[in-house]
């Protein structure tokens, strides 16, 4: 004798779930999702614009940037040495990993107001293969990239030194510093012979 299976029971949708709405969410999760990727696409415009990465820096309460291509390291400030006889802007010697290197404080160069107590405590490392520096930084905000036609020309009301070092400023305020005239611009090298 066989047994006797009891008839299948029509599979239902679960309570509260009717089977078209369910379909209908997933078709629609789907089209949502198609959606999200395309907008997390960049833009062939966005894309195609020319961009420079630079290093952002926050120096005397100003936000600053100089291009990654010049920056070799950031370094913690430690044992500045003030060097006697030097222009205001050199700031001093540091010992890097036994490389002697001259730090330069753009505030004093720039010939920035003070405005209260800054903490100095980062030095970024300027190269070019030929001439090595470092300059203070109060903090490291980070690398970022800037598009180029978002920044303008130095402003008419800066003048003197600074302008000669500036690249740029963007619409949000930051300065883009030209890092290759700050590393082959004369005035910065300290030549004095003893004779």
Request: one cysteine or more; charged letters at 20%.
């Amino acid at each position: 004798m066989k047994p006797v299976m009891p008839p299948e029971k029509p599979k239902r949708a679960r309570p509260g779930k009717p089977a078209a709405k369910s379909m209908a969410t997933d078709a629609g999760n789907a089209i949502l999702l198609e959606r999200a990727r395309l907008l997390a696409q960049p833009t062939e415009e966005a894309a195609a614009a020319p961009a420079i990465e630079v290093v952002a820096l926050v120096l005397a309460y100003e936000t600053y940037a100089i291009e990654t291509a010049y920056v070799r390291e950031v370094y913690p400030l430690k044992d500045l040495t003030p060097l006697p006889c030097t222009p205001d802007f050199v700031a001093g010697i540091v010992n890097v990993r036994g490389q002697v290197m001259s730090v330069i404080d753009l505030k004093q160069l720039f010939e920035l107001p003070a405005k209260g107590l800054t903490d100095l405590n980062k030095i970024v490392i300027l190269s070019d293969g030929t001439m090595e520096f470092g300059i203070l930084a109060d903090s490291i905000l980070g690398v970022r990239n800037i598009p180029l036609h978002e920044i303008e020309s130095g402003l008419p009301t800066l003048s003197g030194v600074r302008q000669d070092y500036l690249k740029g400023i963007t619409a949000e305020g930051v300065v883009v510093l030209d890092a290759a005239q700050l590393l082959h611009n004369e005035n910065i090298v300290v030549h004095e012979e003893v004779t």
